[in-house]
């Protein structure tokens, strides 16, 4: 099973910007789909953006234009850039690993975002 760890989370003001980065070991990474999901006060986990072993992507439409999801195969990577930041983007944020060939869900620790003036 792959382990992730996350990190690159803080305070930031409205307008900024923040870069997530969550670190795979155990596993095979091209075998995952990686994705960022966040949960906010009394709201449900959602996800934020997704990419595959092959670099396809998706994105929520709240965050669309103003984030950007990446990995680096080599380095068991991936990361989630985050611009224009707004108060609402405040939430935990969790990185995800699916098994492409079990469909078997990893979750990081999660990391805190807090977007505030």
């Known amino acids: 099973q792959v382990q992730l760890v996350e990190s690159g989370g803080g305070l930031v003001q409205p307008g900024g910007s923040l870069r997530l980065s969550c670190a795979a070991s155990?596993?095979?990474?091209?075998?995952?789909?990686m994705g960022w999901y966040r949960q906010g006060p009394g709201n449900q986990r959602e996800l934020v953006a997704a990419?595959?072993?092959?670099?396809?992507?998706n994105y929520a439409d709240s965050v669309k234009g103003r984030f950007t999801i990446s990995r680096d195969n080599a380095k068991n990577t991936a990361y989630l850039q985050m611009n224009s930041l707004k108060s609402e983007d405040t939430a935990v944020y969790y990185c995800?690993?699916?098994?492409?060939?079990?469909?078997?869900?990893?979750w990081g620790q999660g990391t805190q975002v807090t977007v505030s003036s």
């Open positions: 155990g596993s095979i990474f091209s075998f995952y789909t």
């Open positions: 995800n690993a699916r098994n492409v060939r079990t469909g078997r869900d990893s």
């Open positions: 990419i595959t072993s092959g670099g396809n992507t």
